[in-house]
């Protein structure tokens, strides 16, 4: 046969109408299966992270004094980091962000510090795991001069200030414009430096996580339904995960329409 437009066109509806019947075929398998498994009684979810050790305050510390060592390598006199992953990481404090700034200053000497708003102080200690010292500014305040004096307590007026990658611009320039005499610099060659780099004990916990991810899954995919939403799954997943033991899990589903598009659409 001449490969012609007409004959390919003719060639490509026959593969679609094949693989819709197929689909077809699939969804309705799919659906006897899961209905199937649905009459089987489901065993119960079990804590498996009850032998699983939290990171420790002296953990952090060392975590701090890992980045103080690089710092110093680096000739960097400090660095500054907003709510996150590595926030996290080096002062246990778990928030979020928002438009009013939280900031954890790690200086190259010294102890670490925390500037926040004055009414978030008491949610911020309850987390934070290293240091005492918690700045808190007022709504007439601003948080950059509270870094600022902390950075001066601790004898820093100049040099580099290293900014986590995540860092807002608006954070950036608020304290840059008060600190003339400090240049700026990315802060990744030390957190990234601390972070990449895991013990024994983080590897432990990291592979007790996707334990847990894994039993999670395969408990959620013995309930599916024909006609279940995204909303549905996510429930199922952040049950399972819970009951499995996980802590502040996070898991997504998309189905359909939404599983169409990039993420961030």
């Given at each position: 046969?001449?490969?012609?437009?007409?004959?390919?066109?003719?060639?490509?509806?026959?593969?679609?109408?094949?693989?819709?019947?197929?689909?077809?075929?699939?969804?309705?398998?799919?659906?006897?299966?899961?209905?199937?498994?649905?009459?089987?009684?489901?065993?119960?979810?079990?804590?498996?992270?009850?032998?699983?050790?939290?990171?420790?305050?002296?953990?952090?510390?060392?975590?701090?004094?890992?980045?103080?060592?690089?710092?110093?390598?680096?000739?960097?006199?400090?660095?500054?980091?907003?709510?996150?992953?590595?926030?996290?990481?080096?002062?246990?404090?778990?928030?979020?962000?928002?438009?009013?700034?939280?900031?954890?200053?790690?200086?190259?000497?010294?102890?670490?510090?925390?500037?926040?708003?004055?009414?978030?102080?008491?949610?911020?200690?309850e987390t934070l795991m290293v240091g005492e010292d918690?700045?808190?500014?007022?709504?007439?305040?601003?948080?950059?001069?509270?870094?600022?004096?902390?950075?001066?307590?601790?004898?820093?007026?100049?040099?580099?200030?290293?900014?986590?990658?995540?860092?807002?611009?608006?954070?950036?320039?608020?304290?840059?414009?008060?600190?003339?005499?400090?240049?700026?610099?990315?802060?990744?060659?030390?957190?990234?430096?601390?972070?990449?780099?895991?013990?024994?004990?983080?590897?432990?916990?990291?592979?007790?996580?996707?334990?847990?991810?894994?039993?999670?899954?395969?408990?959620?995919?013995?309930?599916?339904?024909?006609?279940?939403?995204?909303?549905?799954?996510?429930?199922?997943?952040?049950?399972a995960q819970e009951e499995l033991?996980?802590?502040?899990?996070?898991?997504?589903?998309?189905?359909?329409?939404?599983?169409?598009?990039?993420?961030?659409?």
């Open positions: 046969m001449n490969l012609t437009k007409r004959n390919l066109l003719k060639t490509s509806g026959a593969s679609l109408a094949s693989l819709a019947i197929t689909s077809g075929l699939n969804s309705r398998a799919l659906a006897a299966s899961t209905k199937d498994n649905s009459s089987t009684p489901l065993e119960p979810l079990k804590n498996i992270a009850t032998s699983s050790q939290a990171i420790t305050a002296q953990e952090r510390l060392r975590r701090v004094s890992k980045a103080q060592a690089l710092m110093q390598r680096q000739n960097m006199a400090a660095i500054i980091i907003e709510p996150g992953a590595a926030m996290d990481y080096f002062s246990g404090v778990q928030w979020w962000r928002s438009e009013r700034l939280t900031a954890l200053i790690i200086p190259r000497e010294g102890a670490i510090a925390v500037v926040c708003p004055f009414f978030e102080e008491p949610s911020i200690r918690v700045r808190v500014w007022q709504e007439h305040e601003s948080p950059f001069e509270k870094i600022k004096q902390i950075l001066n307590d601790r004898k820093i007026t100049s040099g580099l200030i290293g900014f986590e990658e995540s860092v807002r611009y608006f954070a950036v320039k608020g304290v840059m414009n008060i600190l003339p005499a400090m240049q700026h610099a990315s802060a990744e060659p030390i957190t990234r430096g601390c972070r990449m780099i895991k013990n024994h004990h983080e590897l432990r916990l990291m592979h007790k996580a996707n334990e847990i991810t894994l039993r999670a899954y395969a408990h959620v995919f013995s309930q599916l339904e024909v006609g279940m939403s995204s909303a549905d799954v996510n429930a199922l997943m952040a049950n033991g996980g802590k502040n899990a996070w898991n997504m589903a998309l189905i359909n329409e939404a599983s169409a598009f990039p993420h961030g659409t």
